[in-house]
């Protein structure tokens, strides 16, 4: 526990507001972490600030608390918060509302596949801070529906998942929009150069980089653990672990859409009751599903990497990665989604064979070294005949050259029989030393 909160740093110390702090109680939030202590007093004083923390450490009450009591409830559209995805703009905008309860300061997500025309009446009727997607934030400013000239916080959330998804642009054009006085502020969970810079070309030039993360960039309540498994075996050891496991609540991430449907469909068959949520699904079943999700009516989620940075749900007890990612920094964001805020979880990965040099370069980022299991009485499945096949020939040709004398390294030709130079020497002249090193040039090298 002691990566996560801050033991000497209470809410009442950090200097929000009364009614902040109130909403904060009936949030359920009792200490600090080590990023809310550090960036609230920041934020509060009107820094700009690059803030990174490990996944799960609350950084949306980091920037959202200090946001909502700075805020002047007579000025609407004031505060603007982005993020990559649908889901987390909604979790956000979830938050900021709990945290302003007891204040007059309203939120409204701007985001794609709800009603703009909603969206728009609710900031018409007095909306404080925008939470959304640049898109939509994009799109509502071209329409002059919404307005930067009363700005006084801009906020990027997991801003590094934006860049890698493409919103680079988007972010640059909205940010370079905003031109009163105000503060911008960057979080997330992995910063790079790329994103300090970025950042810097919006700030104020004392702007602050705050890292709190030491160590792994997991959290140590996450029990990390990968089990090596062939292709053809992943299915039936999923369910062979949820079926004897019996976790609270799971999360199945996989790489593809087209995986997400059939692992949802294979375990529905199964009798799990399971949901899946990927960008083919229109926001209202999104919607629905992240819903059912949070009320505790699904035991497992089959996801894409869609909803990784978007299932801030506390009761998450397991994540399992179907699909190892080959980007590093995505495995951190889906572990993240179970041991939320000081809660212990689970996070399990399923490695094959030709998938160690990815196993190795995540534990090279996150600083953990995950312990390799093996399931007791998981029976894995007969090899695949193609598959069977092509081992086959595959150690065949393996054979063929290990036999080719004219594929054998030798070091000297004269432990070499007539017939083993012959089939390496064709001509018949063996060479006497290495070849000149003109790389099949006509040009000479030039002299050193």
């Known amino acids: ?55 799960g450490t609350g950084k949306t009450a980091a920037f959202g608390l ?56 609710s900031l018409e ?17 071209g329409r002059g529906q919404i307005r930067f000239d009363n700005i006084r916080m801009a906020c990027l959330d997991e801003v590094d998942r934006m860049l890698d998804i493409g919103f680079r642009d988007d972010i640059r054009k909205i940010l370079g929009q905003i031109k009163g006085d105000h503060q911008t502020v960057f979080v997330s969970a992995t910063i790079d150069e790329s994103i300090e810079r970025l950042g810097r070309q919006f700030m104020k030039p004392d702007a602050e980089t705050i890292n709190v993360v030491s160590g792994s960039l997991t959290v140590s309540q996450v029990d990390q653990k990968y089990f090596p498994v062939e292709p053809w075996d992943k299915r039936a050891l999923l369910l062979k672990l949820l079926k004897t496991e019996k976790p609270d609540t799971t999360v199945v991430f996989c790489k593809t859409k087209a995986t997400v449907r059939k692992i949802a469909q294979f375990l529905k068959e199964k009798d799990v009751q399971v949901r899946e949520i990927h960008g083919d699904l229109h926001q209202s079943k999104r919607n629905k599903v992240m819903q059912e999700l ?51 979880g689970v996070a399990w990965t399923f490695v094959t064979p030709d998938q160690g040099q990815m196993l190795t370069e995540v534990e090279k980022l996150t600083g953990v070294e995950i312990e390799k299991l093996h399931y007791p009485d998981f029976i894995p499945g007969r090899v695949p005949a193609d ?21 054998s390294i030798v070091a000297n030709p004269n432990e070499l029989s007539e017939e083993q130079l012959k089939a390496m020497f064709p001509g018949g002249k063996v060479p006497s030393g290495p070849p000149r090193r003109t790389l099949g040039s006509k040009f000479k090298r030039r002299g050193r």
């Open 1 to 55: 526990m002691s990566d996560i909160f801050n033991q000497e740093a209470t809410f009442e110390s950090l200097g929000l507001s009364e009614q902040v702090l109130e909403g904060t109680r009936a949030a359920g939030y009792t200490q600090p972490t080590e990023i809310q202590a550090t960036l609230i007093p920041k934020i509060l004083a009107g820094k700009d600030v690059i803030g990174q923390a490990k996944t």
């Open 66 to 121: 200090p946001m909502i009591t700075l805020l002047d409830p007579n000025i609407p559209m004031q505060a603007l918060v982005l993020t990559p995805t649908r889901e987390l703009a909604a979790q956000v905008a979830t938050e900021l509302d709990a945290f302003a309860k007891f204040t007059d300061i309203k939120t409204v997500c701007i985001i794609g596949g709800e009603s703009m025309r909603h969206q728009q009446r």
């Open 125 to 141: 009727e007095g909306g404080h801070i925008m939470v959304g997607t640049p898109g939509r934030v994009m799109d509502l400013y």
């Open 294 to 344: 949070r009320s505790e009516k699904v035991d497992v989620l089959v996801a894409s990497d869609l909803a990784a940075r978007g299932l801030d749900v506390d009761h998450i007890t397991h994540v399992i990665n179907y699909d190892l990612p080959e980007d590093p920094e995505i495995y951190i964001h889906r572990v993240g989604r179970t041991a939320r805020a000081g809660r212990r």
């Open 387 to 407: 598959v069977a096949e092509q081992r086959e020939r595959d150690a065949k040709r393996g054979e063929g050259r290990q036999s080719d004398p004219s594929r």
